[in-house]
């Protein structure tokens, strides 16, 4: 948080990566710490790939390589739904496509008019293959969404809501589901932290990150699914209470063999292994 207060004081523009789209990094990063810091983002920038649109349109993760337009044109209901929910933050935002060689001009446009029809820029980028030039009229297109100051932020929800309405405002409104179950117990677990002071932290919403829903193949923008919150955690330091959803664990371990084991030096000096 200080990182990012300091970092306007340093730059014209400061970016923040704030992790797995518009409901697991973004809902926090807009609810949570732009709430407590003060921040007051400008726009945002939701990323996607062919490959992931791909998946959320039930290619399996083998096939991925393999053109498919109509998994595509099927998928790309995910990353539309990544855009409404930063819309409901009233941020201007645009995709960013992050383009690779497998990528055919087809499934490119079907991606281009999906996002058309929701009035949404689709910028193409390269980084990976061309360096910084590749993400060139991305940050072009940034700027020019940060001069148009046509941001109008705001939160989800009040500080004094109680907290298991807290937690179903996040669900209703970023994962559009029909039910939040909560146990007995953590209902217990809720009131009795408002009773002992804590009523005014925020809520954490910890879910798989392949989904908008508790299942990770439940892919796509399921609406109306049955959310449920298996747990509570109060991180009173923080100032936020973690809603634990489904299987979700909070702290994964790496890999068996974790990618650091490949990363080295060539004989000639040079990082070998990053890709």
């Known amino acids: ?72 044109e099927r998928g790309v209901a995910n990353i539309a739904r990544h855009v409404e929910n930063v819309a409901k933050f009233g941020l201007p935002g645009l995709v960013a496509m992050n383009r690779f060689t497998a990528d055919t001009d087809a499934e490119i446009a079907a991606v281009q008019g999906a996002m058309a029809r929701l009035g949404t820029r689709v910028v193409l980028c390269t980084p990976r293959a061309d360096g910084a030039t590749g993400a060139v009229e991305l940050a072009r297109a940034v700027r020019d969404m940060i001069e148009a100051r046509s941001a109008q932020f705001h939160l989800l929800y009040a500080d004094g809501l109680p907290l298991d309405d807290k937690t179903r405002t996040s669900a209703r409104e970023i994962y559009h589901v029909g039910e ?47 959310l449920p919150v298996r747990d509570v955690r109060l991180s009173a330091g923080a100032g936020f209470v973690v809603a634990i959803c489904g299987d979700i664990m909070t702290m994964p371990g790496l890999p068996r063999t974790p990618a650091a084991e490949s990363i080295g030096l060539t004989a000639d000096g040079r990082i070998d292994g990053l890709f």
Do not use: Y
């Open 1 to 72: 948080m200080q990182a990012t207060r300091l970092g306007p004081k340093l730059a014209d523009v400061v970016v923040t990566e704030a992790g797995f789209g518009a409901d697991l990094g973004g809902e926090k990063f807009f609810d949570i710490k732009c709430r407590l810091a003060g921040l007051v983002p400008s726009c945002a920038v939701i990323v996607a790939t062919v490959r992931a649109l791909k998946m959320h349109g039930g290619v399996a993760k083998a096939a991925l390589g393999h053109p498919d337009v109509g998994a595509v």
């Open 180 to 226: 939040v179950v909560l146990p007995v117990a953590v209902e217990k677990k809720l009131k009795a932290w408002e009773q002992a002071g804590f009523g005014q932290v925020l809520v954490c919403v910890a879910n798989t990150k392949f989904s908008f829903g508790a299942d990770p193949t439940v892919l796509g923008a399921p609406e109306g699914h049955v």
